[in-house]
């Protein structure tokens, strides 16, 4: 069992920098994939960006080039650094994880068995 929380989340605004935590609690970190999803008001859950255990990571279009995922393993902490942050990039923020035998990370929410309670993030124009 493992429990996410997330922080980090705020009001900024377009051009400005964040940087989202993910804290893990539980054994077994390093056997987790993580991942980072977002909701904007009124609109589906959609994949940001995925660490697998060990250090491959993947993004969305929509965040390539701005946003950086990484992992601290003897923090049990991923973290999400975002850049150049845009009015479109306003949503809910959650962290997931789900325990992985491969050095790869699922883009598809339905792949996750543990969510955060997530963070929002508002980027003002």
């Known amino acids: 069992q493992v429990q996410l929380i997330e922080s980090g989340g705020g009001l900024v605004q377009a051009g400005d920098s964040l940087r989202l935590s993910c804290a893990a609690s539980g054994h077994g970190f390093s056997s987790y994939a993580m991942g980072w999803f977002r909701q904007p008001q009124g609109k589906e859950r959609e994949f940001v960006a995925a660490?697998?255990?060990?250090?491959?990571?993947y993004y969305s279009d929509s965040v390539k080039g701005r946003f950086t995922i990484s992992r601290d393993n003897p923090k049990n902490t991923v973290y999400l650094q975002m850049n150049s942050l845009n009015p479109e990039d306003s949503a809910v923020y959650y962290c997931a994880a789900y325990r992985s035998g491969w050095d790869s990370a699922k883009l598809t929410a339905d792949a996750y068995d543990y969510w955060g309670q997530g963070t929002q993030v508002t980027v003002s124009s």
């Open positions: 660490i697998s255990r060990i250090g491959s990571t």
